[in-house]
């Protein structure tokens, strides 16, 4: 397995995870994806969803699993995820972008409006990103939740972002 020898999934590896949403699920609107591959006491992620679309269940080790059905794509697991391993995939927004919902723990904070680079899984640049939303609530515990727009080619690729450099204001 590539994450017991570089710690990052393949495409493969990804696609085997039970919370992972189907083609058929990412093409009608917003939904959760757990790229949790690790088998520790973890469950908040089961805790902050309020319909019910991840279950971890006894024993607390057990991978998260997506009920696709269930998710509305609300985003209240991804900063909830003490592994930020929780995304929002929005296939939907557009003919030829998706919007991604992802976990941010860095300053300074991006701002709506300002154009990132997208980052895969390694931490490459794939694609400049578009920030349309950037929440940092008290309730989140210090993760922010960023969200960004890229073609939709490269969404289920970027998984980080970097801010270029900003113009002081």
């Keep these: 397995m590539s994450l017991e020898r570089d710690g990052v999934l393949s495409d493969e590896e990804l ?61 209240l697991c991804v900063p909830a995820c003490p592994g930020l391993a929780i995304f929002v995939v929005d296939m939907s927004y557009s003919e030829d972008e998706a919007a991604l919902q992802i976990p941010y723990e860095f300053l300074p904070m991006p701002r709506k409006g300002e154009m990132v680079e997208g980052l895969d899984r390694e931490g490459k640049v794939v694609c400049s990103a578009l920030v349309v939303r950037a929440l940092n609530s008290k309730r989140f515990d210090h993760t922010a939740v960023i969200t960004i727009v890229v073609p939709k080619d490269q969404a289920m690729k970027v998984r980080g972002i970097r801010a270029t450099a900003r113009s002081p204001l």
């Design 15 to 75: 696609a085997g995870l039970p919370g992972m949403p189907s083609k058929e699920r990412l093409n009608r609107g917003p939904v959760a994806v757990i790229e949790c591959a690790q088998e520790i006491p973890c469950n908040p992620c089961e805790d902050a969803c309020p319909n019910g679309a991840i279950q971890v269940g006894e024993p607390i080790t057990n991978l998260p699993r997506l009920i696709e059905d269930r998710c509305t794509g609300c985003g």
